[in-house]
């Protein structure tokens, strides 16, 4: 299996269940949901979901899709509704996402803003629902709770809040830590032991797989940082150089490229590490912590 | 039982409640939670978990309230992240709201962003936490399941959608009625179901109270409207007049402000009328029915 292969097939089976995991283009909320849909269908690398998919195939080769997608069309809803928020004129003021009209470009700020909150909130939709897949509501109920903790003041909400009060000041390191764990890091470890509880996970699995997404989350916001230093906007499909713009601290400012490049290689190999107690139906946990270290948008 | 006293007694309830419920503003994202808690502390009716609680009380008068407080302040999250969202320049650009600044006002509008967003993920933190009283995972996932639904975008978020790119165009009554349903009433109505719920309601009280809230719902909104087109910004604690300066379709522009009055008081009647099955444990729900007409803010 190549991880190019693995990742477009995973893509599609996600891009397909949004047909029938979100609210359709019609009725009297037509033109909010056209503005949800809009950022959601804009492409991306469906990290989050992909994520969640490989855990629970990492857990039990027969989990069933119908289980599991809609917790992945959920932690997508709630990277997508961060991505409009983030992108608002009030936060980084930025008209340029995965090559295509922030959200506001195209519909305005006020629209923007609620399709952000839509998107937040359908995600709870999604998980609330008993209609979706046939996983008991005690798993389901974790599953929410461990994604709404990973998602608010705790985790990713707090680390952009922190993000952005800290621009153009200077602080520790371990504050520029807690940012990346907080804003990146907390959802896809999230997104990790969400699809593992879905399986049905042991406690010995959970503690593992945590550990592996805390460093391929580190590892995907230090190249994040790379990237956003090196790249053109051409390639990334947003701003590049804009954090140095916006005054942002990050790990090449800290260490340089060449240390940060060791680091971001440090922790994927860590990650692949804490997988030693898993066979082989984790080998696509082991590739995508490769893929992020080598991805290249 | 006079309906202050209640009210008072109750909302002292809900208040004291948040500090068990609430993040508490130290540790990393001490200055994020400060712009959340500024909002929830800053007063208000406290109508949605007041309705949920007496919902409850209605079914069975042993609920325990430690099972009840977690929704009822999971409502308040959602309704508080609404209104910081709703004052933002970029929607109805309120600096006053409950008589004090808004919150972007205070803390900037991207904190404020933040502190809407946190709110709501805060709120599904608290429905999805199992260590939080002692609700069947089944009954907890149901609620969470009915007051997504009715926070997002076939509900409140879809009728602030609506309402915003209604402005200043001419729309049928019936467009009207739309968005008052969804932005309004929808979570209401979610409010009286969610506590009935936790406390096991059937089927056919549940039927009733829906019933009761869609009609305690519309007069809510009427009522709104009135007060809009004839208090004064002292008396509402935020800006009078604002749905005409705004361009908005109200109750009073269609129907004058005499029969507007009449209808709000036909709602309260229907939703009482609703609650013909239930005994004198649902006093409380008649006697919030009447205090939704006569209030005077």
Same mark, same amino acid.
């Given at each position: ?15 397909? =269940?949004?047909d029938? &995991?979100?609210? =359709?283009t ?10 949800m849909? &809009? ?6 690398k ?23 997608l809609?917790i ?23 008209a ?10 195209l ?27 046939n ?32 621009e153009?000041?200077?602080f ?13 890091g907390?959802l896809i ?11 049905? =996970? ?27 230093a090196?790249?053109t906007?051409?390639?990334?499909g947003?701003?590049?150089g ?11 400012? &800290? ?35 490769? &893929?992020i ?5």
């Amino acid at each position: 299996m190549e991880i190019k292969d693995y990742l477009n097939k995973q893509r599609q089976l996600v891009e397909d =269940a949004f047909d029938s &995991y979100i609210p =359709a283009t019609s009725g009297d909320f037509a033109e909010h949901i056209k503005a949800m849909r &809009y950022s959601l269908e804009a492409g991306g690398k469906r990290v989050r979901p992909i994520l969640c998919l490989a855990a629970a195939g990492a857990i039990a080769d027969d989990t069933k899709s119908e289980d599991i997608l809609p917790i992945a069309c959920a932690l997508e809803c709630i990277h997508t509704y961060s991505l409009i928020h983030d992108d608002l004129p009030a936060m980084d003021n930025d008209a340029l996402r995965r090559g295509k009209a922030t959200n506001h470009i195209l519909f305005g700020e006020a629209a923007a803003i609620l399709a952000g909150d839509g998107l937040l909130t359908w995600a709870f939709d999604l998980l609330g629902d008993q209609q979706r897949g046939n996983l008991s509501a005690n798993k389901r109920l974790r599953i929410t709770h461990i994604i709404a903790r990973a998602a608010g003041s705790y985790g990713m909400v707090g680390g952009q809040a922190l993000d952005i009060a800290s621009e153009n000041t200077t602080f520790p390191f371990s504050t520029l830590q807690t940012i990346h764990r907080s804003k990146t890091g907390a959802l896809i470890t999230a997104s990790v032991l969400a699809g593992a509880m879905g399986a049905g =996970a042991s406690k010995e699995q959970l503690t593992a797989l945590e550990q592996y997404g805390n460093q391929i989350g580190l590892a995907f916001q230090i190249v994040d940082d790379l990237l956003n230093a090196t790249a053109t906007t051409k390639q990334l499909g947003k701003a590049a150089g804009s954090d140095e713009a916006l005054g942002k601290a990050t790990y090449p400012a &800290y260490f340089g490229i060449e240390e940060t490049r060791n680091k971001a290689k440090a922790a994927v190999e860590e990650a692949k590490t804490s997988l030693s107690l898993f066979d082989d139906k984790a080998r696509p946990l082991r590739l995508l912590a490769d &893929y992020i270290y080598t991805r290249s948008n």
